[in-house]
């Protein structure tokens, strides 16, 4: 009978030793993977780095040209102003000067009869499309047009709407009984934009006025205090790099009306301003806001 051959001592010890090189050069493998690892964790975290600081500066360059913007725009109706002024100084007449024309006396005879309805009637139904996208409603509110005019671009905006009351305000007596004329039941009155209304209202109305007046901050803590807790201001003028009015005083572009609005309504409510354009137009030449006032 064969007996079975049986290792030699140095036989296995020779494969103990080529175990061992075997899994140290597994393990030199596994460092190697580790090592890769590393630097491609330090590749990635260096390019995260460099990616923050990107964004980092774009932040910068971009805070820089809104500020540039927003210096431009205040350049530019300074510059307004001065061709104002400069057309006064040049002597044109005084119908056609920017305060005389924003007067009581300057609307009177300005609203002695109403040339172009159309023009009213348009940008009241654009002002409808606005507030209709906006979830601004009319039905059933108390509502005041502050600055009316004619009431035309209030008629229009009204529409089929069934507001339970209307009021309308204005400086010009003439405009008024154009007015009471258009919306029979309208209840319309001189007042003073600059002095506190007597009475609240659900939905607050002033379009195309701000941009005439001296003092347009205390007109519009005027209409604030003219809205209810929980009801609603809405706001337009003209967009200020669009516009070119020698009647006007004030020149908003998009972004320097959000500053106004931002500086002088503060916390009154939730505040939405953006641009929109006449029915018949795709340029966006007037700015507008809505103020949802904070519920009592």
């Not at 932040?59 to 400069?86: F, M, P, Q, T």
């Not at 119908?95 to 159309?118: C, I, P």
């Not at 108390?142 to 209307?166: M, S």
């Not at 204005?170 to 209304?197: C, H, K, R, W």
């Amino acid at each position: 009978m064969v007996q079975p051959e049986t290792k030699s001592t140095a036989q296995k010890l020779v494969e103990a030793r080529e175990m061992v090189q075997r899994k140290q050069e597994v393990i030199v493998k596994l460092n190697q993977r580790i090592a890769d690892q590393a630097e491609i964790i330090a590749r990635r975290d260096e390019a995260i780095v460099k990616l923050n600081q990107r964004i980092v500066d774009q932040a910068e360059i971009v805070a820089r040209r809104d500020e540039a913007i927003v210096r431009r725009d205040e350049a530019i109706g300074k510059l307004n102003n001065r061709l104002a002024s400069r057309d006064e100084r040049e002597g044109r007449d005084a119908e056609f000067q920017t305060l005389a024309h924003n007067s009581a006396e300057g609307m009177n005879a300005f609203f002695q009869q109403v040339d172009d309805r159309e023009i009213y009637t348009q940008f009241g139904l654009a002002v409808r499309a606005l507030m209709d996208s906006k979830a601004v409603p009319l039905d059933g509110v108390e509502l005041l047009d502050f600055g009316t005019g004619p009431g035309l671009a209030l008629k229009a905006l009204i529409g089929e709407a069934r507001p339970k009351r209307v009021v309308g305000y204005d400086f010009s007596e003439n405009a008024l009984q154009i007015a009471a004329a258009e919306i029979p039941g309208g209840q319309f009155g001189v007042a003073d934009i600059y002095q506190p209304t007597a009475e609240q209202f659900d939905l607050v109305l002033c379009m195309e006025v701000l941009e005439h007046l001296e003092y347009p901050e205390r007109a519009l803590a005027t209409l604030v205090g003219a809205v209810r807790p929980g009801g609603t201001l809405l706001l337009t003028v003209p967009q200020g790099r669009l516009d070119r009015s020698r009647y006007h005083v004030n020149f908003w572009s998009p972004e320097s009306w959000l500053r106004f609005l931002e500086r002088e309504i503060g916390t009154a409510g939730e505040v939405e301003a953006g641009t929109f354009a006449k029915m018949d137009e795709t340029v966006h030449r007037n700015n507008f806001a809505i103020l949802r006032k904070t519920p009592a």
